[in-house]
């Protein structure tokens, strides 16, 4: 089947109920995908999928064949970071960094949907990512930021 | 006053898994000093041995380097680059960032010239891991002479070229300069063509904390950008060419035993190999997916061990099982007589609090990646402890330590849960059958049931006091959970005080803070309720039973930014708690609101924090806030649920730790102690939560109570 990610089509044979982020991963080499749970209640593995946050790691590949698929090592264009990732940078927002990727695909979902969404609105939409060094403050503090620019 | 440097060893409660630090000679050794290959300046903590062998004339003020000190060493080349080589290793708590700060400080560099070489065996001297606030307090006290140390050397080397005196000679964004001459030269120019060894001194001038221009400031973290992009490699993102991909098969339970395996039908799976060793099993695949399948293919008979307690149990199976000894450090503390004490009380209060088993739950599970080549056995894995895991490496494949390297890749944190060596083993094992490159991740479910955990406990409580407000007597006992926080902090005229051992039915260890999180919080609640017994405020109680400068100063930061003497809406209620660990000190006032419905809602916390000299701002801040929402989680629900060895709740959906909108409003307050020396900020942070939060809610609706986690379902029973 055809996979497009990241504006680019990529031929893979593999299984279709195998799940997204294992393609991504394992044959795309595209690893900032993170796997967290396997059970879509963590967030670490979120991508895009025309435009929408979807858990990567239970989304069988073939539900996503011909979608345009969008994920962490594609928001940075000819070596500029997306504004979400320079306003994460600004911040300096967290500490190991694993569930970094999955955050920011969720911020930018949000924003591209809602491009000033008030603080419940926020919450509400990056509620299924976890970080469990705690700096959620800091999170939200960089989607406002981003939410500016 | 808890000096971090002269602090028992904190680690497990219970088990002595650290290896006698008496194997090592804490010093540079020569095959590491040669891997430092080319010319330059290096400052380290050497051995008169190794000086001899290295040919270097022998600094005067050079010595065996004394078991126990902290080993690291700086390298400046010749082209004046500086790299730093520390055991320490990077989970979050941005050390990489904060140890290159005290380094630049006294090197006069900005932090960007600076790489920091962390966690590799065959490249640093040993270190017995990251944990226990010490990176911050011995470390980087070790880092700061080192680079005073190179700078005075660099001084002493440009002002014998000029032949010059020093006096004069000042160093300056990677120059030494005389201003006088205005002569400058670089680190490089000076340490070209030479290879300068000089041995760390202790008297070497460092500088103070209120002159600091790059220490004590915000610096972002390292490599910020290469974590935001996604193109960071934690190990469990790593891929070696000819890499095949490894499973283990686990049992059904604690305790059992494979009786029985068929592993027909696996083997049988294209490109599988399967590995038995005792009771050990594991399946390698060309992919990850294979792996699994292969693992599913295997027909396995176990034999399980019944009668294991659980949940509804395990308080009363610690006390059955307590062993009635003493652990092996912070076993106790007495001091007069506790029960004439308690006679003499005008009030007496004894209380029973247990704490449940939580899990660490780092969002990167573990990982390894293992190689051998020519009989050496190198794996990338995200430890605490890359000596430690080294060590076990080698025992288990009878290896000498020299055969084995550790490498440990900034990781997916740890939070105290990663002392451990298992998928390092496991890997290992399985390349050294197939001799190729081997990588296993954990599953959540693997995470949850076969790392460990912070320690189940029952902590009895009885204490006197008079309507004055006198401790009279302050008799504490702690079953499993571990001697960290064990003393109290408040005055009292007689105490006992023990932690007593016990059988854990489940695997547990290291947690941030360690016991600090039970002991405090038995402690703090038991104090509010004495003050409320003898109709005091819960603060001026504990100023009243204080002498504690530093904690003293906390209380009462934390109170004035919270306006602990507000007044309150109704249905709300305000708590108060602190205490200090590994040289923090923290104070946390919390509040809630209690609905009809008894439903509990945090609505803000506000948090004095103080650890000496602060070394940057904006990442002890991070750690501060980080501390508070992770202790939220074991204050109000995170609980493992555990039943006929098997544990219930081995998933993110059903073990639930704190998120988005569990955070209530936080306010971190920073007290910057340039006159002290800096101290950890990984761990108290954490302290103050949980029994702040149960004394506001004893405020708001006079329910004291007296298990963590609070309220696993969100409502008051």
């Known amino acids: 089947m055809v996979l497009n990610v990241n504006g680019i089509k990529h031929e893979i044979t593999v299984d279709p109920d195998v799940a997204l982020l294992n393609v991504l991963r394992n044959h795309l080499d595209l690893t900032g995908s993170k796997y967290g749970c396997g059970e879509g209640a963590c967030g670490a593995c979120t991508v895009l999928v025309n435009g929408k946050p979807v858990h990567s790691c239970i989304t069988p590949v073939s539900a996503v064949g011909g979608k345009e698929i969008t994920t962490i090592e594609g928001l940075e264009k000819n070596g500029k970071l997306h504004a979400v990732q320079e306003a994460f940078l600004t911040i300096d927002t967290f500490q190991c960094s694993y569930c970094a990727p999955g955050m920011i695909m969720s911020a930018v979902a949000l924003l591209n949907n809602n491009p000033a969404p008030s603080a419940d609105a926020i919450v509400k939409a990056m509620n299924g990512n976890i970080c469990r060094c705690g700096t959620y403050p800091n999170i939200i503090k960089a989607i406002k930021l981003a939410s500016k620019s | ?717």
């Open chain 2, 1 to 717: 006053m808890d000096n971090p440097e002269n602090l028992p060893h904190p680690f497990h409660p219970m088990q002595d898994e650290l290896p006698p630090s008496s194997n090592h000679a804490f010093t540079i050794d020569r095959r590491k000093f040669l891997t430092l290959s080319g010319g330059g300046l290096i400052v380290a903590l050497v051995s008169n041995n190794f000086l001899s062998f290295a040919g270097e004339t022998l600094p005067q003020e050079s010595s065996t380097a004394p078991v126990g000190e902290v080993a690291a060493w700086i390298h400046i080349d010749e082209e004046g680059l500086v790299s730093v080589y520390t055991g320490k290793v990077e989970f979050g708590q941005n050390i990489r960032t904060s140890l290159s700060q005290i380094v630049a400080e006294e090197l006069m560099l900005p932090v960007s010239s600076i790489t920091m070489v962390m966690g590799d065996t065959d490249l640093v001297p040993y270190d017995a891991g990251t944990f226990g606030s010490r990176t911050t307090p011995q470390m980087g006290t070790q880092l700061r002479k080192a680079a005073a140390t190179a700078r005075e050397a660099l001084i002493e080397m440009a002002a014998k070229n000029w032949n010059i005196p020093i006096t004069g000679l000042t160093a300056e964004n990677g120059m030494v300069v005389n201003s006088a001459a205005n002569k400058k030269t670089g680190y490089g120019a000076l340490t070209k063509g030479r290879q300068i060894l000089r041995s760390i001194s202790d008297n070497v001038p460092v500088i103070a904390a209120k002159e600091w221009k790059i220490a004590g400031k915000t610096v972002p973290k390292v490599n910020g950008r290469s974590f935001i992009t996604g193109k960071h490699q934690y190990v469990s993102d790593m891929q070696l060419p000819g890499m095949l991909y490894g499973k283990v098969l686990r049992a059904p339970s604690y305790d059992a035993k494979l009786v029985d395996a068929n592993d027909a039908k696996a083997k049988a799976i294209t490109g599988v190999v399967v590995v038995r060793d005792g009771d050990f099993m594991g399946v390698v695949a060309p992919d990850v997916r294979t792996a699994g399948k292969a693992l599913l293919a295997i027909d396995a008979k176990w034999e399980e061990t019944n009668g294991q307690p659980s949940n509804a149990n395990i308080f009363d199976y610690l006390l059955k099982n307590a062993s009635g000894e003493s652990g092996r450090r912070s076993s106790g503390d007495t001091k007069g007589n506790v029960e004439e004490g308690l006679n003499a009380a005008e009030f007496k209060h004894a209380k029973t609090y247990n704490i449940n088993y939580i899990a660490h739950t780092p969002l990167e599970p573990r990982a390894a990646v293992a190689e051998w080549i020519d009989g050496k056995l190198t794996v990338w894995t995200g430890t605490q402890r890359p000596f430690g895991v080294q060590e076990e490496l080698a025992d288990v494949f009878k290896l000498n330590k020299e055969k084995v390297r550790v490498i440990v890749p900034d990781t997916g944190s740890g939070y105290g849960g990663k002392h451990s060596g298992e998928a390092a083993i496991e890997a290992a094992r399985l390349a050294k059958t197939v001799q190729k490159p081997v990588k296993i991740v954990w599953t959540r479910e693997e995470e949850f049931t076969w790392a460990y955990f912070r320690p189940a406990g029952v902590i009895e409580v009885s204490a006197g006091v008079n309507k004055d407000g006198a401790i009279t007597a302050w008799k504490f006992s702690n079953y499993n959970s571990g001697g960290a926080g064990l003393d109290t902090q408040y005055k009292t005229a007689n105490k006992q005080i023990a932690y007593i051992a016990s059988k854990t039915p489940l695997r547990q260890g290291s947690y941030r803070a360690l016991a600090s999180t039970a002991n405090v919080f038995a402690r703090e609640c038991h104090m509010t309720d004495l003050a409320r017994m003898v109709k005091m405020d819960p603060l001026a109680f504990r100023l009243k039973n204080l002498d504690d400068d530093r904690f003293i100063a906390v209380l009462q930061t934390a109170a004035k930014s919270f306006g602990w003497t507000n007044s309150k809406v109704s249905g709300h209620g305000f708590g108060i708690a602190g205490g200090f660990e590994k040289g923090g000190h923290i104070a946390t006032c919390a509040e809630v609101a209690v609905n009809a419905d008894k439903e509990v809602k945090v609505i803000r916390v506000t948090q004095a924090f103080e650890c000496g000299a602060i070394v940057n701002p904006h990442q002890l801040e991070n750690q501060i806030t980080g501390a508070i929402v992770q202790g939220l989680g074991g204050a109000l629900f995170e609980r493992i649920d555990f039943a006929g060895g098997k544990i219930l709740n081995p998933g993110l959906s059903t073990y639930r730790v704190p998120r988005f909108s569990d955070v209530p409003e936080i306010e971190v307050v920073l007290i910057d102690r340039k006159d002290l020396p800096s101290a950890g900020a990984g761990e108290a942070g954490i302290i103050g939560i949980a029994p702040a939060i149960r004394n506001a809610i004893l405020d708001a609706a006079g329910v004291a109570l007296t298990d963590l986690p609070l309220i696993p379902n969100g409502v008051l029973p």
